[in-house]
Nanobody, 116 residues
Framework: QVHLAESGGGLVQPGGSLRLSCVGS????????MGWHRQAPGKERELVAAITAGGSPHYADSVKGRFTISRNNREKSVSLQMSDLKPEDTAVYYCKVVLPGGVNKWGQGTQVTVSS
């Protein structure tokens, strides 16, 4: 049984920063790829960033240079530091872990709103 809990969302003005955190529970997470996706109203969920068990990151082109993903395997956590936020970053952000067999497990989501 795997459970993910996100936190850190909120309202921020354009150019501001937020840090999202995701803490997992259950089996050891250190061998699994984890990531962050987001979903804006009326749109499909899209990948924002992912990080392998070894710490290799991948970012969507739209967030490169602005977002940084990191993980702490001992704490079973993954974080997303978001800087220079733009209105188009507004979405519900979901934490994800890729379990054996390619099965995705999702958190409940945290709202990020970028507006002046």
């Amino acid at each position: 049984q795997v459970h993910l809990a996100e936190s850190g969302g909120g309202l921020v003005q354009p150019g501001g920063s937020l840090r999202l955190s995701c803490v997992g529970s259950g089996p050891i997470f250190g061998i699994y790829t984890m990531g962050w996706h987001r979903q804006a109203p009326g749109k499909e969920r899209e990948l924002v960033a992912a990080i392998t068990a070894g710490g290799s990151p991948h970012y969507a082109d739209s967030v490169k240079g602005r977002f940084t993903i990191s993980r702490n395997n001992r704490e079973k956590s993954v974080s997303l530091q978001m800087s220079d936020l733009k209105p188009e970053d507004t979405a519900v952000y979901y934490c994800k872990v890729v379990l054996p067999g390619g099965v995705n497990k999702w958190g409940q989501g945290t709202q990020v709103t970028v507006s002046s």
